[in-house]
T-cell receptor
Framework: EDQVTQSPEALRLQEGESSSLNCSYT??????LFWYRQDPGKGPEFLFT???AGEEKEKERLKATLTKKESFLHITAPKPEDSATYLC???????????FGTGTRLTIIP | DAGVIQSPRHEVTEMGQEVTLRCKPI?????LFWYRQTMMRGLELLIY????????DSGMPEDRFSAKMPNASFSTLKIQPSEPRDSAVYFC?????????????FGAGSRLTVL
């Protein structure tokens, strides 16, 4: 069974203070690792898909990286509008399911 | 496109009552997913459809839960009878060629409270 563990559960940063969120996973053949952002009262919104170890993708202040066992979401010089819950999910071979972690709740303090 | 549309946004009901949640996927998307989100367990897949046919319902917690997709533009998730432990946010999502090739687009969710 595919499993995703995210850490930390919550993270508070000062505006401009860079950090990283972790996503550890076990999957029977990785077809893709996904990062989503979720704002309060809304559905998750897609950020990135990573397919193979060594791959990196960037969007504004966010950069996602992937190894064979984990993924990191690096946030550089964050702003208050980056405050949200960040969800990691994996898609394994043999089905069309996305298995999600419980997320990291990120708060950026002005 | 207006995105994935869910209704109602909020539902408060009493234990034992029937609850019906509705979803309109993005036009042209051939996969539809129902997820449930709680603080303790995060997002859990309940069931998904491909071309209106249920493919995997192994995540449906018990027989009290049922889902239908009578056509490409409408799906329902029904709970009968409802229990307090069913309280959660239920999300519908759709994609065009399955999870691997295209991303899921989620609706805004239906927050269910069972008293």
């Amino acid at each position: 069974e595919d499993q995703v563990t995210q850490s930390p559960e919550a993270l508070r940063l000062q505006e401009g203070e860079s950090s990283s969120l972790n996503c550890s996973y076990t999957v029977s053949g990785l077809r893709g690792l996904f990062w989503y952002r979720q704002d309060p009262g809304k559905g998750p919104e897609f950020l990135f898909t990573l397919y193979s170890a060594g791959e990196e993708k960037e969007k504004e202040r966010l950069k996602a990286t992937l190894t064979k066992k984990e993924s990191f979401l690096h946030i550089t010089a964050p702003k208050p509008e980056d405050s949200a819950t960040y969800l990691c999910a994996v898609h394994g071979f043999g089905n069309e399911k996305l298995t999600f972690g419980t997320g990291t709740r990120l708060t950026i303090i002005p | 496109d207006a995105g994935v549309i869910q209704s109602p946004r909020h539902e408060v009901t009493e234990m034992g009552q029937e609850v019906t949640l509705r979803c309109k996927p993005i036009s042209g998307h051939d996969y539809l997913f129902w997820y449930r989100q709680t603080m303790m367990r995060g997002l859990e897949l309940l069931i998904y459809f491909n071309n209106n046919v249920p493919i995997d319902d192994s995540g449906m917690p018990e027989d009290r839960f049922s889902a239908k997709m009578p056509n490409a533009s409408f799906s329902t998730l029904k709970i009968q009878p409802s229990e307090p432990r069913d309280s959660a946010v239920y999300f519908c999502a759709s994609s065009s060629t399955g999870v691997g090739a295209n991303v899921l687009t989620f609706g805004a969710g239906s927050r269910l409270t069972v008293l």
